[in-house]
């Protein structure tokens, strides 16, 4: 290790946190994003854990977000509080870390429990994504508190509760709080087992289109009737069609239609694009409202856009590339290899890095198989990221970066 006394000191700090009994902790509530009561008691925990730190905590409530029901219906989606930290607030050198408390698995998927699977290997629900990677925050924030140049850093710490449904309800307070700072870390997984971070993005954009037709009996008067669900069908394909390098376009669900004699007058299409750069998502957005009108005007039926690109495309610009080089250099001095690749993933990190601020958005644990019921976490990653974060901090304490 090429480190510093002080760095040596704080690195020990670092990896012997409790971390993988935090983890076990945290990942034994359900805290699916719609899971109410489950991100409510989530909340009150990092709370408790967080407030090691010389910080004000305060949870905040989410903005108002629309999800359309099956039946066209707009409705306000219940979302969990979003939980903020914030440490020396006028310092002159600030940073930015952040992290999601939400899973993608409801109260009522099956999987729920952990184990073991071999040594040194668990699974469980969030125990990657992201439960371990606040686990390494907070061993890395606790150690840093420890240290010589804890005065010269302030940070802010959210942990939001809606990152898995695209932060509709966070993403105002991730902004402002990314406002004036140098840099920022955000604790998804690695990219890979072997801890390879995300580099570039796509941006992601989720689309609910409400069609409404006109009914008829399927027998006697068909051609009177307007076939909403053919409508979202040849809408689906042409939005298909767009799919190219650099724009990805997945339909993903069509809602509607009914008893086979009648003429079906009322469709949703669910659709989710993810552009690789600003100048293809406006080009989308144009085609989509394009294709829109066309799809319309040849079925007689009419159309309601619901949704936008919330997440923009996250570039490896000249700033992004200083914060990696630092985090590679810290890994380096600590015998890790770091390296980075662009990844069809979108994370929070998108929604930082369209605010001007470079970021390393996956200073997270290794694991894998994340949103599935094999997820799993490599234990001995915890030490490894936990001191990779800290020694991060400490430098970028110690200017850096400027």
Known sequence: MNLTNQEKTLVARAITAPMRMQVERWAAINTGTGNMAGLAVMADLLAEAFAVLPCKILLVKPAPAESIAPDGSIHIAPRGSHLRVAVRPSANRRILLTGHMDTVFPADHPFQSQSEVEPGIINGPGVADMKGGIAVMLAALTAFEASDSASALGYDVILNSDEETGSLTSAALIAELARGKIAALTYE??????????????????????????????????????????????????????????????????????????????????????????????????????????????????????????????????????????????????????????????????NIAACGIPVVDTMGVRGGAIHSDKEYLIVESLAERAALSALTVYRLANGAIS
Do not use: Y
């Open 189 to 350: 997984p690695a990219a890979l087992p072997d801890g390879t971070l995300a580099g570039a993005r796509p941006g992601s954009g989720n689309f609910s289109f409400v069609v409404t037709g006109k009914s008829a009996h399927a027998g006697r008067n068909p051609d009177d009737g307007r076939n909403a669900l053919i409508a979202a069908a040849d809408l689906a394909l042409r939005l298909a069609a767009l799919r190219k390098p650099g724009l990805s376009v997945n339909p993903a669900k069509i809602d509607g239609g009914g008893p086979n004699n009648v003429v079906p007058d009322h469709a949703v299409l669910r659709v989710n694009m993810r552009p690789m750069s600003a100048q293809v998502e406006a080009e989308a957005k144009a085609a989509i409202a394009r294709i829109v009108a066309e799809v319309s005007d040849l079925h007689d039926v009419v159309f309601h856009m619901h949704g936008s690109f919330s997440r923009p495309p996250k570039s490896m610009d000249e700033s992004a590339q200083r914060l990696f080089g630092l985090v590679r250099d810290c890994g380096a001095d600590l015998g890790q290899s770091i390296t980075w690749k662009s990844t069809g993933g979108v994370c929070d990190g998108n």
